[in-house]
């Protein structure tokens, strides 16, 4: 394990104090923010997730708000998914693309008002994005990023902490939800959302100087549910079939091939970025798809930074785009980017640290 | 010191071998790729630089590959610099701004073709802004990001490696001029330039196979003149007064106010991003300015997360934007980005590590 050298182009979280003293042992960065990865006990931090409430510091899931009287017209040129009927209060999940229908990001948006919205976004650079398409556009908007950073609560007991510290209306909140509210003077956004399949809310604090206050608050709150810190969860997330912009996609990705295509919606104007070749794609039909993979081997395997080639009778057809060993399924299992040709069930061979490993193709998600 | 999990959203560079050989033992991420910010040993890596050659990967200092019949024109349109008189061979540095004049990031533009150009970027996703630009404007141009990887050679005595290595062709070259060729058949371009004051090269890997084999070439050939390895160098780069875009800028700095005045060329096509933003600031002279700063006590200071904020009098003038101590000087130095207002000489104050550390405000660079 490397050392990460501080520096004023990695900014620490409102929460980093905070997961400091909870005795956070490695981070990754994500849109130039430090996001923590490990607090040191893996699996006992994945049980945590599975059958308690895990607290995360997720301020690096910044927002791109934009704001002004083309605030809605933007989001929709920038999302190929139909934003008309989206109420103010409701989240949706909406790929975006660039002009060739390749995906550039996969964020929550939040509707605020008619013209204030933000795109809660993955790890890449939306703000230069939206700046460019608006200013080229001529629309009457801003594009910021405002002082929000989400702290997300997640695990089947989750919902006891977060109505224990919000009120019972929380539990009534449809999933990618919001309510702005107050939680002792500190303003927030409450929606249930996250980046689990376990249940739970997402907290984004409005005032960064309040990261402290806001960390404790639900830590005593959830003590009584056997509360703990935790992060994104590498081996539920794959368990789960969630895809991380960035980590399972390329340069080359669009939407249809990582089981995105439910949130595309082929009719939207034809001034969306993007939908002319995603409409195109449609028709032709992608040239990969994403499936599962079960490794034979039974060794729990270790994160890595590269994909792994993946061969089907000695022809490379795809890869491994991640590969985490299930403490549920007691196996390493991981997300084939892969030829449309293949099928579940086929057998495969992965080069992993040197040597091919035997496995076959599984559907997704795994549990 | 935390660690880095590793993840596919987190590239290792083709030299990430060679560097662990090497005893690397600290990352920073720059452009989604691990960059080594430390081989342990900070002031012999220092000398090094200073005195004899030190050998740095920087693959991380990606290309933006611009090629078709339109690249020029949308290298003018991305740069508010003439580009008019620059020649196949020659690179030119160039500030990139946004619609608004706000610095997005500070590329060397190396001009390979009539119609293919780099920007070797920064740490901001230029591909993106590139893209939207080209598309929105319906330029024939394809942006790119191409199988390129510099290793940069730094310090006086990097001349008679890399004259050893290519021929001493290398000694004719001007200052950010480069050439197309090969070292021991692998494809490379050699560019004099380099992150420091002390002279040097980079050395742009074609071929990311080759990475091992490309820094054994240059570290067998400078063990006659002392090389090792280091990287970008904290102290150097704040003596010398060097610019990093991201760690010394924040979302409203423009070039101006970053000593990049001399860059700026105003009678660029109206159509140029930012042109109009720019020919305003220049006229109402910028609100900041960049000064040095000399800190009086003499501990040495540890590189942090945050900008230290900068009071004259006791009101809030400006920002610490880096601070490092200098062995040259043995003393603690640093950049102020502060009210045009402030002069040289004047005395001020430093909130760090939650007390006031007085100083005063010099000229850049400091040696």
Sequence with gaps: MFGITPSARLRPSPYFEATLAEGVCAFTTYNHMLMPTSYGKPEEEYWRIINGVSQWDVACERQVQLRGPDAGKLAQILAPRDLSKCAVGQGKYVPLCNHDGILIN??????????????????????????????ERGLNVEVSEPDVSPMALQGPKAVEVVAHVCGDWVRDLKYFWFRETLIEGIP??????????????????????????????????????????????????????????????????????LRMGKYIDLHVPDDTIGIHALRRIAAEGPKRHSLGVVLDAGDPVKPGFLWNPIFKDGVKVGDLTNCAFSYRLQKNIGFALIASQTVIGDPVDVMMDGRMQTGSLSDLPFL
Tied chains: 1, 2.
């Design 106 to 135: 996969d964020p929550i948006l939040l509707k605020l008002a008619d013209d204030l919205y933000w795109l809660s976004i993955a790890d890449s650079n939306i703000w230069f994005w939206a700046r460019a398409i608006a200013a």
């Design 188 to 257: 927030v956004v409450v929606a249930r959302s996250g980046w689990s399949k376990q249940g739970g809310y997402e907290i984004y604090l409005r005032d960064g100087s309040q990261g402290a206050r806001l960390w404790a608050i639900f830590k005593e709150a959830g003590h009584a549910w056997g509360i703990g810190p935790g992060n994104p969860n590498w081996c539920e997330r794959v368990e789960s079939g969630l895809i991380s912009y960035g980590g399972d996609s390329d340069e080359t990705t669009n939407p249809f091939e």
